[in-house]
């Protein structure tokens, strides 16, 4: 009876140990398509958890926010943008290059229910046009941070305060995470100054399903502001929508809807797609841990 208690400890102890992951990496590709052109973004990022994840028999995209799991990330977003028009006969040629780099990192105070983070990013920007056999080009960087302190009154709850600079760089992890087309327009709100942000995380058993439940804002010169939604039918597959506008003059919302489903416990898939006034986007991503 022992022996056959301990064979099954050590099983499950086994399974649990299979299940857990350290390391994830995601990338993705999102193409925009413009009133007359189109911006395609690439993206990558890697994420080092300091202590293994445990899935457990939770939505495993959350895994690692429902273990209160440390970590710290590096990211890279490649954006391009290539138009063409005739100007009094003369055709011209121009090609936007946006390329950022960001470092982030969170913590989960020991013992405690106290979160903080912080990020850093730069924004290399490289603008060139030819017309009539002539070519210009302009390089230019810009540097932005975000920093948050944070509280989880109860499991699966987290509420932050922070303060972020947009103005001249954006987080890639964002980028990938909440798609281009906010993104970047977010950015705008903080104008030459520093944005205060408040965000909001709640993730719980609704029936015999899990939802999550996000809203995130930017108050600066103007207020930007994202309410997302998941529903995890099972562990492995969830399908979400998500609303954003901002109080800027002439801002337009944005309407996202989403999907990931995990083919094995440790590789995913996700498409997403989001249309606002002038622009449509369609976007893939996938994700493998270890």
Not at 45 to 52: E, H, Q, V
Not at 133 to 158: H, I, K, N, Q, R
Request: net charge negative; proline share 2%; no cysteine.
């Amino acid at each position: 009876m022992m022996k056959k208690l301990f064979l099954a400890t050590a099983l499950l102890a086994s399974m649990t140990a299979a299940n857990a992951y350290q390391t994830e990496v995601n990338a993705s590709y999102e193409n925009i398509d413009l009133d007359e052109s189109d911006v395609n973004t690439f993206g990558i990022a890697g994420t080092y958890y300091i202590n293994p994840v445990n899935v457990g028999n939770t939505p495993l995209a959350e895994a690692a926010f429902l273990n209160k799991a440390s970590n710290i990330s590096l990211g890279y977003v490649n954006a391009s943008l290539e138009e063409e028009e005739n100007i009094l006969g003369v055709n011209v040629k121009s090609k936007l290059d946006l390329d950022v780099l960001g470092l982030a990192g969170e913590f989960y105070v020991p013992n405690s229910q106290f979160y903080v983070s912080a990020a850093v990013n730069q924004t290399q920007t490289t603008t060139k046009a030819s017309a009539a056999g002539f070519s210009a080009s302009e390089d230019d960087d810009g540097t932005g941070y975000a920093v948050e302190v944070g509280y989880l009154p109860m499991t699966g709850l987290l509420l932050a305060v922070g303060a972020t600079d947009m103005s001249e760089s954006v987080n890639p992890l964002q980028v990938m995470k909440n798609g281009f087309v906010y993104g970047w327009g977010a950015a705008g709100v903080s104008g030459e100054d520093t944005a205060a942000t408040l965000r909001a995380k709640y993730v719980t058993a609704v029936g015999n399903n899990n939802i999550n439940l996000e809203s995130q804002f930017l108050i600066g010169d103007e207020t930007a502001y994202r309410l997302a939604g998941d529903l995890y039918l099972d562990p492995t597959l969830s399908i979400g929508a998500s609303f954003a506008d901002s109080t800027e003059d002439d801002s337009d919302s944005i309407f996202g809807v989403r999907a990931q489903k995990f083919i094995t416990p440790v590789a995913a898939v996700g498409i997403g797609y989001s249309t606002t006034d002038g622009a449509d986007s369609f976007g893939i991503n996938g994700t493998f841990r270890f």
